[in-house]
């Protein structure tokens, strides 16, 4: 089973609220004062961590968020705008965290999520923060050849939420073109850089030097013959 690459991408929106709670539990408090999330992507269905412990998901599922610090005094619950119905967040205890799996999806998914004490806690259904998650659509390109090969899995246009939505199939192109460019020059030795640059560059060089050449003889010509002439 292949190893998945943890990548922690950007999200487009994540902000928070402090809800207006009476809980006067410091513990409480503290956890919901650093509650945060955290989003990877998931490949086979697989996350291998550096530690060698390991968590399994469905292989249908395309990434997960994770929300931490995990707590059985707390509660988390989340609606989206795929399933707009609350629903309460699986504890995930192996990687102490609150965890959030999704699908594909084709467009920009926006989570509402709201931390709660749990019914063991001092602050029992109180609602402690509230949090505002978006993640972008999936980027289709990555379907195609240049990212189905693993040496372009890092490029930006193969990245999992890379929002390429409004991007033509010959940017798309031209991109490829380039990281090709990239990555072969990337591999190439000194000696193979100095030949490819040579011969990438000549024009410039030599052309200028014909045209140069060119306007000198022509010159030459039109004062030998003036001096025939005399």
């Not at 990434?63 to 705008?81: A, E, G, H, N």
């Not at 090709?180 to 030599?206: F, Q």
């Amino acid at each position: 089973m292949k190893k998945i690459m943890i990548i922690m991408l950007i999200i487009i929106s994540l902000s928070f609220t402090k809800a207006k709670a009476t809980c006067n539990d410091t513990e409480i408090n503290d956890l919901a004062e650093r509650f945060n999330a955290m989003y990877f992507e998931l490949e086979n269905g697989d996350i291998v961590f550096n530690d060698s412990s390991r968590i399994f998901y469905s292989n249908d599922y395309s990434y997960v968020i994770f929300l931490y610090p995990y707590s059985d005094k707390l509660k988390v619950m989340v609606s989206d705008t795929v399933v707009n119905e609350k629903r309460e967040v699986e504890e995930d205890k192996l990687l102490e965290a609150f965890s959030i799996p999704s699908y594909i999806h084709y467009e920009a998914k926006k989570y509402s999520i709201e931390l709660y004490g749990a019914d063991n806690s001092a602050c029992k259904g109180e609602l402690l923060k509230k949090l505002d998650y978006e993640v972008p659509a999936f980027n289709e390109y990555r379907l195609y050849d240049h990212c189905q090969n693993q040496d372009n899995k890092d490029d930006d246009i193969c990245k999992l939420m890379n929002n390429t939505s409004n991007m033509k199939m010959t940017e798309y192109e031209t991109i490829v073109k380039k990281n090709n460019e990239e990555n072969k020059i990337k591999n190439m030795s000194a000696k193979e850089k100095l030949v490819y640059y040579s011969k990438k560059y000549c024009l410039y060089a030599i052309i200028p030097m014909l045209l140069i050449s060119i306007y000198y003889t022509i010159k030459i010509k039109k004062y030998k013959k003036k001096v025939e002439n005399q």
